[in-house]
């Protein structure tokens, strides 16, 4: 039977930190950037955590 692959998608967009959650970046930071306000575009910079609905997923897809 072959190894599982990492999904290579999740590999690039999450990162695990050193408790186990799951990093991500924002959206809506890419283009059209024009339209939306300092703040708004200020607060899309930082990271974010995945939903702890979602972790179990994307753990799976980074480490199968």
Do not use: C, W, Y
């Amino acid at each position: 039977m072959p190894k599982m692959k990492t999904n290579a998608g999740a590999k690039k967009r999450f990162h695990l930190t050193a408790t186990g959650r799951v990093k991500r970046r924002k959206a809506f930071r890419s283009h059209i950037l024009s339209t939306k306000t300092r703040k708004r575009k200020r607060q899309l910079r930082k990271g974010g955590l995945v939903s702890v609905a979602d972790e179990k997923h994307i753990r799976m897809m980074l480490h199968p």
